[in-house]
Antibody, heavy 118, light 107 residues
């Protein structure tokens, strides 16, 4: 069974930093899949914020986080990361990691809550 | 960025009804569109990929169609467990974008 387990969420002050991690298990070759971060603010819809190709050589960002967030991966540890700097109140959300193949983004983690507040 | 306009934003229907949700892309995206179902407090669940392909394990009452700029998700016979919010997602190019969501309520 595919499992994606996010961690690293919590309460942080505005302007602070946080690093999220997502560990993949239950499937072979983590390095074969693109990975993405999607967030959902309380009571709001889904927002894709960042993606990374299977080998980590290409990264992509939504305008809302570009320059503040950095996506990376360690395929030897089957782990995806999201370094979040200069956090704002509007970054408060549940953050999901999601695994993509050629046709679909079919597997999602359970999410980790990030709260930005003083 | 490609904008995805989803409608309606909410609907209420009875068990057994046929329900259709639409998504319109601001530019052509071939068939690079997925449909997701999300229940409160849960992660999204993929229903349809590549516009019209049913994800394994998803009931056959769900179907998708469309290509280019206009796409639909149809639930042929609404069931109580279909109460949820539904989203489309274009993965044609980055940045990927979701529709605003459609909340489906059972009367």
């Amino acid at each position: 069974e595919v499992q994606l387990l996010e961690s690293g969420g919590g309460l942080v002050q505005p302007g602070g930093s946080l690093r999220l991690a997502c560990v993949g298990s239950g499937f072979t070759a983590f390095s074969s899949y693109g990975m993405n971060w999607v967030r959902q603010a309380p009571g709001k819809g889904l927002e894709w914020i960042s993606g990374i190709k299977s080998r980590g050589d290409s990264t992509y960002y939504a305008d809302s986080v570009r320059g503040r967030f950095t996506i990376s991966r360690d395929n030897s540890k089957s782990t995806l990361y999201l370094q979040m700097n200069s956090l704002r109140a509007e970054d408060t959300a549940v953050y999901y990691c999601a695994k993509s193949d050629v046709y679909s983004t079919s597997d999602w983690g359970q999410g980790t809550l990030v709260t930005v507040s003083s | 960025a490609i904008q995805m306009t989803q409608s309606p934003s909410s609907l209420s229907a009875s068990v057994g009804d046929r329900v259709t949700i639409s998504c319109r892309a601001s530019q052509a995206i071939r068939n690079d569109l997925g449909w997701y179902q999300q229940k409160p407090g849960k992660a999204p669940k993929l229903l349809i990929y590549a516009a019209s392909n049913l994800q394994s394990g998803v009931p056959s009452r769900f179907s998708g169609s469309g290509s280019g700029t206009y796409f639909t998700l149809t639930i042929s016979r609404l069931q109580p467990e279909d109460s949820a919010t539904y989203y489309c997602l274009q993965d044609y190019n980055y940045p990927w974008t979701f529709g605003q969501g459609t909340k489906v309520e059972i009367k």
